[in-house]
């Protein structure tokens, strides 16, 4: 929990995105699935990760958890949505290799822990276990994203919306 705590301290503001989890950030378009990388989802970032634990990228509430857990929603304070999705077709392993830690409608700060994944079970079923965040939304609330790329510790600040 010490964890959590000095990470719960630093305050971003409601247009400030954070790194998911440890490791490479990386544009969108270098997600190695097309539905990503093509911005189908809508734009966004990536973590090639070096660590298990996930935190919320934005302020906001939890809007979505899938059934699989491998897909976090969370709706921004500014109305911003967004997609924590947790590698790459890692949906067939229902569910196994994650531990949700928030529930539904649950209000979180960026930087709050939000679930760990097991990235030696996905790595066991030779999956890819980028951490993909993708908003949805930009283009009707009419913003965009400004990316900083680099390795990355969770919770650092990484983009911005304009």
């Known amino acids: 929990m010490k964890l ?11 247009h400030q995105l954070v790194a ?6 990386v544009p969108i378009t270098a997600v190695p699935d097309a539905v990503f990388a093509q911005k189908m989802m809508g734009d966004g970032y990536a973590v090639i990760p070096s660590a298990d634990q996930v935190v919320a990228p934005i302020n906001g509430h939890i809007s979505f958890i ?17 997609i924590v999705h947790l590698g790459i077709d890692t949906v067939t392993l229902n569910g196994a290799p994650f531990d949700v830690m928030v529930k539904l409608n649950q209000a979180v700060s960026a930087g709050q822990p939000i679930v760990t ?11 890819n276990p980028i951490v993909i965040v993708a908003l949805t939304n ?5 913003q965009q994203l400004t990316l900083t790329p680099g390795s990355v510790n969770a919770g650092d600040l990484v983009a911005t919306l304009d």
């Open 4 to 14: 959590f705590s000095r990470m719960k301290q630093k305050q971003f503001d409601d």
């Open 66 to 82: 899938a059934a699989t857990k491998h897909g976090i929603g969370i709706t921004g304070d500014t109305g911003v949505e967004l």
């Open 138 to 142: 930009l283009a009707e609330i009419k």
């Open 20 to 25: 998911p989890t440890a490791g490479e950030i």
């Open 117 to 127: 994944m097991n990235r030696q079970v996905i790595a066991a079923a030779k999956l």
